[in-house]
């Protein structure tokens, strides 16, 4: 304990002194003791105060913010299961299973063709030791041999591939296909581009999109059409209860966002937002989107 102190106008640079002296003797944390918490209606009695950027509640702790962490072509800001694309890559079943087809006739597309003999032997006798009729149309196997040809049953599968008798556990189509696609770069036909779950499509890290100002974050920003981010910048009682050293600091940042946002704006490029894809874009307009942002 470092101090008992009531709270009151007269004892502030005593408490100043108290909490400078508490946070270096526990290294930047603190605890603070109201004994009258209910008479003073707060919530609890203990109040955990840290230097450090941790949250004791959830166990979590934050790298000091900077301004590439805002930045998804910075390892610092980009999510790091997308590597800030915002998409993720996945396996198209559609793409990979012709459903139309028996698996003698190559419905699974990834294991059937040149060079394939081993999965094609593989899966063969798969089948044949399953009672998975190769000459039946996939679609209208039996919805457990379906799940069996494509995430496997647990069980070893005996099979001749040249000359060599082998003996194997059949993992799966799925998992066959994702170990192909690890080394073979010609198997993009089978993907599928898909939102990527952990970032929402937003490109960032969770801890980037956990800073928000006004209730917004950075993803809240760019998902608005300009013209109302715009128009969120130029009203004067957006940022209006910040103090006057607030305002001082914010001052040229957010000058140059609201000259930024006019100049898109004044082109036409209202309707557009900052996080569309530019691949649905036109040359014309990319370039002068393009420009403004370099």
């Not at 400078?20 to 008479?39: P, Q, R, T, W």
């Amino acid at each position: 304990m470092v101090d008992r102190v009531v709270v009151k106008e007269e004892s502030r640079d005593r408490i100043g002194q108290d909490v400078e002296k508490a946070l270096k003797e526990s290294y930047g944390e603190l605890e603070i003791e109201v004994l009258n918490f209910e008479e003073v209606d707060f919530e609890r009695q203990h109040m955990h105060y840290s230097e450090h950027l941790a949250c004791f509640d959830c166990k979590l702790s934050f790298e000091p913010l900077e301004p590439v962490s805002f930045s998804f072509n910075s390892p610092k800001g980009a999510c790091p299961a997308c590597d800030g694309l915002g998409i993720r890559y996945a396996i198209d079943l559609k793409k990979v299973i012709d459903s139309a087809l028996c698996i003698e006739k190559g419905a699974v597309r990834v294991m059937y063709g040149f060079n394939k003999s081993y999965y094609t032997k593989f899966l063969n006798a798969f089948c044949e030791q399953n009672d998975i009729n190769v000459k039946t149309p996939y679609g209208e196997l039996e919805s457990h041999q379906q799940k069996a040809i494509l995430y496997g049953n647990g069980g070893s599968v005996d099979f001749t591939w040249k000359r060599h008798n082998l003996k194997r556990e059949w993992p799966g189509v799925v998992k066959f296909a994702h170990d192909m696609f690890k080394d073979e770069k010609d198997l993009s036909e089978y993907m599928t581009e898909k939102v990527c779950d952990k970032c929402d499509g937003h490109r960032l890290r969770p801890r980037s999109l956990a800073v928000k100002i006004e209730g917004k974050n950075i993803a809240d920003i760019i998902s608005m059409p300009i013209e109302k981010s715009y128009a969120y910048f130029a009203d004067e009682n957006t940022f209006s209860h910040l103090s006057d050293q607030q305002k001082m600091i914010a001052q040229s940042i957010l000058k140059e966002l609201y000259e930024r946002l006019y100049f898109l704006f004044d082109v036409g490029l209202g309707y557009i937002t900052l996080n569309r894809d530019a691949r649905s874009i036109s040359e014309e307009k990319h370039s002068v989107y393009a420009s403004l942002l370099r």
